[in-house]
């Protein structure tokens, strides 16, 4: 029995985070590909989250972060 946790590894530095994470601890970069829309504001903010491998959002087009910050 091996209790497995998703890890996830930071794109820019490959630093293996805790799945928890949201970003890296040692070079700041994201850890989820979340839609950029978020910081528009406004009620119909999208927020999605996307593949790590997208460049845009799958929902609504908008740039990813991943993007924004030149992980994909
Ligand atoms: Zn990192
Ligand atoms: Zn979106």
Known sequence: MSDKK???ICKR???????KDQYCIRCGAPLINRCTD???GGKHYCG???R???RYCAKCGH???FKQ???V
Request: proline share 4%; net charge negative; aromatic share 16%.
């Open 6 to 8: 998703e890890e996830k």
């Open 13 to 19: 530095c490959l630093f293996k985070a805790d799945e």
């Open 38 to 40: 978020f910081k528009t």
């Open 48 to 50: 999605f989250v996307n």
């Open 52 to 54: 790590p491998d997208a």
């Open 63 to 65: 740039e990813t972060v």
């Open 69 to 71: 910050y030149g992980l």
